[in-house]
């Protein structure tokens, strides 16, 4: 393989003959490499001697296994594109035991907010050189005990579960043979790591956006009761309420973070007969199918009723009206989970990470009238 094959400039590039064994030089006395030099198979040293770092270094760059100074990391990364260097990632899997690729068990690959958290965790892994192997579970355990099996199998090097549906128990035992990070839920251990969302704070920041606008009797369309994330937004709901409103169990209807279960709770509340002035939603989409309903059945938002979702998704401003709702980065999330496992597989302690949530205010809530 030559670096013509790369599309490589014929450009010539300057390395330290040095460098390897003198930390502290510089490429003021480098030499350059000929065209003589390019029709060979560029190796890591090759790249080391060209970016004027020291083998390990650019090693730690490629494993993703330590933290490197970010201008050598610059310098490198550089290098390796300009030389057209590829790791020989046979050898380094013999070498390290190490695949250089990470699976990713979600629940839809089609979600809009698990497709969010999908391209966080798979930018993030590019830069660190590594693979991800997507599976979805579809909210069912025996599905995703079935993808955790495979995953193994392809001796990933870890694994990042989103909102997982086995018991904390199982997760625990997973993570005696592979390094896991979860989401949506907080869990601890020598090899797993846990993320989530201030659903509590989020929630609670709706409720008092309402109460603040004038509304009492505010309906709660909540997520599956078994996901601990919609119980600690039901949480957040009712703490907020306290004694400043209406507790009327009649308001909360249980829906399955879907358009249409959106849809067919608001219609549901609505031929209940029992009255509401602002409707909080456990996640953007059922705020979608929500929207729906009212408008089907005439209801204007917000002059008739309050509409507040929450996860701010891309689609969020663009509905008619703008809906208001609580933001958190669900590419953030993703980023986290992918650095929280790099760190595990190097043998680093992760523990728990808390990620804060915005609210942020649009045309779908108002006054009340």
């Given at each position: 393989m030559t670096i013509?094959?790369?599309?490589?400039?014929?450009?010539?590039?300057?390395?330290?003959?040095?460098?390897a064994h003198a930390p502290n030089s510089n490429l003021s006395d480098a030499r350059e490499i000929t065209k003589e030099d390019c029709n060979m198979k560029v190796t890591l040293t090759m790249v080391a001697k060209a970016a004027g770092v020291s083998p390990s270094t650019v090693s730690r760059i490629l494993n993703g296994t330590a933290a490197v100074d970010p201008?050598?990391?610059?310098?490198?990364?550089?290098?390796?594109?300009?030389?057209g260097f590829r790791p020989d990632h046979a050898a380094r899997t013999l070498a390290g035991g190490r695949t250089s690729t990470v699976g990713v068990v979600t629940q839809f690959i089609d979600s809009p907010f698990y497709s969010e958290?999908?391209?966080?965790?798979?930018?993030?892994l590019r830069l660190q050189?590594?693979?991800?192997?997507?599976?979805?579970?579809?909210?069912?355990?025996?599905?995703?005990?079935?993808?955790?099996?495979?995953?193994?199998?392809?001796?990933?090097?870890?694994?990042?579960?989103?909102?997982?549906?086995?018991?904390?128990?199982?997760?625990?035992?997973?993570?005696q043979g592979v390094p896991l990070v979860i989401t949506g839920r907080r869990l601890q251990g020598a090899r797993i790591a846990s993320l989530d969302f201030d659903n509590i704070g989020g929630a609670r920041a709706a409720v008092e956006?309402?109460?603040?606008?004038?509304?009492?009797?505010?309906?709660?369309?909540?997520?599956?009761?078994?996901?601990?994330?919609?119980?600690e937004r039901l949480g957040g709901y009712m703490a907020a309420l306290g004694a400043r409103a209406h507790r009327d169990p009649r308001l909360i209807v249980d829906a399955d973070y879907q358009e249409e279960g959106g849809r067919a709770a608001t219609l549901q509340l609505l031929d209940s007969g029992v009255e509401f002035t602002?409707?909080?939603?456990?996640?953007?989409?059922?705020?979608?199918?929500?929207?729906?309903a009212l408008f089907e059945r005439g209801v204007r938002v917000p002059e008739d009723v309050s509409l507040v979702g929450f996860d701010d998704?891309?689609?969020?401003?663009?509905?008619?009206?703008?809906?208001?709702?609580?933001?958190?980065?669900?590419?953030?999330?993703?980023?986290?989970?992918?650095k929280s496992l790099l760190a595990l597989v190097a043998g680093e302690s992760v523990g728990h990470h808390l990620i804060?949530?915005?609210?942020?205010?649009?045309?779908?809530?108002?006054?009340?009238?």
């Open positions: 013509q094959n790369f599309g490589i400039p014929a450009e010539r590039v300057a390395y330290s003959d040095n460098i201008e050598k990391s610059r310098r490198v990364r550089e290098t390796i594109d300009r030389l958290v999908l391209r966080g965790i798979e930018n993030e050189n590594h693979i991800p192997l997507f599976v979805s579970g579809h909210w069912d355990e025996r599905e995703e005990r079935a993808c955790l099996d495979l995953l193994q199998d392809r001796r990933v090097d870890g694994i990042i579960a989103l909102n997982s549906c086995l018991s904390d128990m199982a997760l625990q035992e997973l993570s956006h309402l109460l603040a606008l004038g509304h009492e009797r505010i309906a709660y369309i909540s997520g599956p009761t078994n996901h601990p994330d919609a119980r602002a409707i909080l939603a456990a996640n953007d989409q059922m705020a979608f199918g929500a929207r729906l998704l891309y689609f969020s401003r663009y509905t008619t009206p703008p809906l208001t709702t609580v933001h958190h980065s669900a590419q953030e999330l993703g980023r986290l989970a992918s804060e949530t915005e609210f942020v205010v649009r045309q779908s809530s108002a006054t009340r009238q």
